[in-house]
Nanobody, 116 residues
């Protein structure tokens, strides 16, 4: 069974920085793709960033150049480094993993609020 535990959300000022972390626990599985989505109030969940096992990354246009995603394969952890956040980045952030065996699993979500 795969469990994802997120941490690092909270209140951040515009132009500041915040780091989100997500760790996968359990046994009997191998993680392929890891990434993040977010959902703002009244909006659909949207893609933020993803990273493959080989380290290939992809970003949503509005966060490219401000956010960075990286991972530690040994620890099965994915990090979202949020630099220069803006009020429009306010949302609940969800990490996800796609397994080599198939299947997608989601974290419980962590609130990020960007406000002065």
């Amino acid at each position: 069974q795969v469990q994802l535990v997120e941490s690092g959300g909270g209140l951040v000022q515009p132009g500041g920085s915040l780091r989100l972390s997500c760790a996968a626990s359990g046994s009997g599985f191998a993680v392929n793709v890891m990434g993040w989505y977010r959902q703002a109030p009244g909006k659909q969940r949207e893609f933020v960033a993803t990273i493959t096992t080989a380290g290939r990354t992809n970003y949503e246009d509005s966060v490219r150049g401000r956010f960075m995603i990286f991972r530690d394969n040994a620890k099965r952890t994915v990090i979202l480094q949020m630099n220069d956040p803006k009020p429009d980045d306010t949302a609940v952030y969800y990490c996800y993993v796609v397994l080599f065996q198939g299947g997608t699993y989601w974290g419980q979500g962590t609130q990020v609020t960007v406000s002065s």
